[in-house]
C-alpha cells in the first residue's frame, strides 16, 4: 500500500524555467511533509517542509503548496538551475513520530542548460 | 545539522554472509533510524534505533535478518545477516534531533550481494 505517491517518474525542464514536482498522499492522518532532494551516490538532503497547518511554505527558489482536501501537495522551483538535477522525493509523517518518514518513489528532475 | 558518517560507503559481499554498517554522529540525536532503498524504489524504514534498548521494527523487518545496536547517543550499527542477492540495496542511517523537523540522512551504504 503506497501511502505516498509521485506519479511522475521523471521531469525534465529548461534552465530559467519552472519545475513543478508532484506529490499525492492517501493516508489523513499525515500532518507533515518533507520534500528531499537526492544526488547519485549521496543520501537524501533536506530542502523544504510544511505542516498541514499551512497551505504554502516559501524558501528562496523553492515553494512547497499543500491542498489537504485533495491530500496533494506540490513543489515549486523558480528559477530552475542545471544544479537542481536531482532525484527528487515527497515524505511525509504525523504526530510525534519525528524522523519516522513514508516516502513517494521520487522524481528524477532534468534542467537543460 | 547534524553531520554522519557511514561506513562502509559501499560492498560487494558474497551470499549466505553478513555485514555490518556503522553510522556515526558528530552531536547527540534524539532518534536514529535505519531505512532501506532497494533498486528503483521508494525509502523504506527498517527499524529505530533505540538507545540501551532494542531496536523497533516496521512490518516486514525483523532482528534476526537485521540486528541492530546503538549503544550511546552517536552511534549505530545495522547488521544485514545471512545475506540473498534481494538484499542488494542502499543502506541509509538516518537522524532526529529535537527540536528540528526533519531528519537527516548519512551518504547510505551500496550493498551488492552476488
Known sequence: DQQVKQNSPSLSVQEGRISILNCDYTNSMFDYFLWYKKYPAEGPTFLISISSIKDKNEDGRFTVFLNKSAKHLSLHIVPSQPGDSAVYFCAANYGTSYGKLTFGQGTILTVHP | ?114
Open chain 2, 1 to 114: 545539522s547534524a553531520v554522519i558518517s557511514q561506513k562502509p560507503s559501499r560492498d560487494i559481499c558474497q551470499r549466505g554472509t553478513s555485514l555490518t554498517i556503522q553510522c556515526q554522529v558528530d552531536s547527540q540525536v534524539t532518534m536514529m533510524f535505519w531505512y532501506r532503498q532497494q533498486p528503483g524504489q521508494s525509502l523504506t524504514l527498517i527499524a529505530t534505533a533505540n538507545q540501551g534498548s532494542e531496536a523497533t521494527y516496521e512490518s516486514g523487518f525483523v532482528i534476526d535478518k537485521f540486528p541492530i545496536s546503538r549503544p550511546n547517543l552517536t552511534f549505530s550499527t545495522l547488521t544485514v545477516s545471512n545475506m540473498s542477492p534481494e538484499d542488494s540495496s542502499i543502506y541509509l542511517c538516518s537522524v532526529y534531533a529535537f527540536p528540528n523537523t526533519e531528519a537527516f540522512f548519512g551518504q547510505g551504504t551500496r550493498l551488492t550481494v552476488v
